[in-house]
């Protein structure tokens, strides 16, 4: 029988339970702390202490423990929401389908030109925006139009997905990961941007260069191809919708939107509510934009919002498993004893040691919101005792969370998007572990760097 990784959803209730276990065998401890520079209480290192009284959480503890998290991280649960619901209006519009066919389109038969902006397409909508199963839309579209130009299925997959993967592990701006854990880290939304937006720069040449080497051997030796270099779909493939001056201006209030999402974050300190407005106010703007009728308009900002349930469940699913070792007093007893490896460590090895552990939880957890929630609370305080800053700590669930989706045979877009170019996972994984290496080696690297200069 072939082996199947449980739903995301049920690992995160198994965690939970675990969770609770962990009450009732560790001994419940404490950590003075003190405020940090944005008031989110830090630990002091070398404070903790065993507490002399425990309670024991009955089972029970589970059922109110999750409906207790969603309340908690009620801001995110609805950031997450408004953001579903106004990427279904633009969804709507066609205008970013529009917008990459006709910047692919114009550059048939140029096959390094296509290669290079496909790539920064995807690589800046994934790394500002968050966008991913948006991305299903173009395969077969991309599938044809590499096929076109001599370029096989695999260079077309991988495309999309390593400007996808590099786009998530160096994200600026993703809702969905970046600005999440740095405001359960306690950091300013968007601090370290200048850092993150230098590491976007290099991951996407190195992808890029990869791809394109491949392109280049497959070339001269046609045999080493990965697959066959006909169309695997066999069906007709629909071309992009056309750009009209209405989509134009959508794309228009989109790039109006990513600059104030920037400058909020980076000059006007925002949190959460002041981007879930901006979101809801680009929501109202392209509804008018693109004349959609009110009652319309509703029902596409409802549905896409209700896309991102799962998500928000996920998030405070994840929240739960903190919340129980909370309740319980053995959340400063875990960090310790996970933190006690990490302080004997160099700061840069216990960096980078950070990070290969993110990477390794990522295949459990694949969502990043979900990884975010569930990770963020324990190694925040971890980087606090082992003598780095937060924002490391951020850095190596970016580099863990985003990097390995380009290879975790758990994370479902992946999959879809190698079904539908009609490449095998065996063979996208001959393609991508080079790759992989190098993001890696990159990451750590960056992750020195980072605690050298002081991110």
């Known amino acids: 029988m072939k082996f199947r990784l449980p739903h ?19 001994p419940p401890g404490a950590y003075q702390t003190i405020p940090g520079p944005s008031g989110t209480p830090v630990i002091v290192p070398g404070t903790y202490a065993p507490l002399a009284e425990r309670g024991y959480l009955p089972p029970w503890a589970i059922l109110t423990a999750i409906p207790r998290a969603m309340g908690e991280v009620q801001g995110i649960i609805f950031f997450i929401l408004l953001v579903g619901g106004a990427f279904g209006l633009i969804r709507h519009t066609e205008a970013i389908e529009a917008g990459i066919g006709r910047a692919l389109g114009a550059f048939q038969g140029r096959r390094g030109a296509l290669v290079l902006v496909a790539t920064a397409i995807f690589a800046i909508l994934s790394s500002s925006f968050g966008s991913a199963s948006e991305y299903i839309a173009f395969v077969g579209v991309l599938v044809a139009l590499c096929a076109a130009i001599g370029l096989d299925a695999m260079t077309a997959a991988a495309v999309l997905l390593v400007g996808y993967g590099v786009g998530y ?23 370290g941007l200048w850092f993150r937006c230098a590491i976007l720069l290099i991951a996407y040449l190195i992808g890029v260069d990869h791809i394109w080497r491949y392109v280049r051997r497959t070339d001269r030796e046609p045999e080493r191809a990965l697959v066959p270099s006909s169309d695997p779909a066999g069906e007709p493939v629909a071309a992009f919708p056309t ?12 790039g ?15 949190h959460l509510p002041q981007l879930s407005a901006l979101f809801l106010g680009f929501g109202l703007a392209v509804a008018l934009i693109a004349r959609i009728p009110a009652d319309e308009a509703s029902r596409v900002f409802l549905a896409g919002a209700a896309r991102m349930t799962g998500t928000a469940l996920l998030v405070g699913l994840a929240r739960a498993i903190g919340l129980i070792l909370e309740d319980g007093k053995v959340l400063p007893t875990l960090v310790h004893l ?16 950070m990070m290969l552990t993110q990477s390794l939880l990522h295949v459990a957890i694949p969502s990043g919101s979900g990884q975010a929630l569930a990770t963020m ?7 606090d005792i082992a003598g780095l800053s937060r924002q490391v700590s951020v ?19 992946l999959m879809a998007i190698l079904g539908l170019a009609g490449v095998s996972y065996g063979a996208w994984l001959r393609f991508v572990w080079p790759l992989m290496v190098k993001l890696m080696l990159l990451s750590a690297v960056a992750m020195v760097v980072a605690v050298q200069i002081g991110v």
């Open 8 to 26: 995301t959803m049920i690992l995160l209730l198994g965690a939970t339970v675990v969770a609770l276990i962990l009450t009732w065998i560790l």
């Open 169 to 191: 592990g160096a994200s600026t701006t993703n809702p969905f990961t970046v600005l999440i854990a740095q405001e359960i880290a306690g950091l300013p939304l968007g601090s």
């Open 243 to 254: 750009m009209t001056r209405t989509r134009a201006w959508v794309l228009l209030a989109l």
């Open 256 to 270: 109006l939107t990513i600059l104030g999402l920037m400058a909020g974050v980076g000059l006007g300190h925002w």
């Open 338 to 353: 996970l933190a006690t490896p990490l302080a004997e460590l160099p700061p840069h090895a216990a960096a980078v040691a």
């Open 377 to 383: 609370p324990i190694m925040a305080p971890i980087a």
């Open 395 to 413: 850095l190596a669930f970016l580099f863990g969370d985003g990097f390995t989706n380009i290879i975790n045979p758990t994370n479902a877009f």
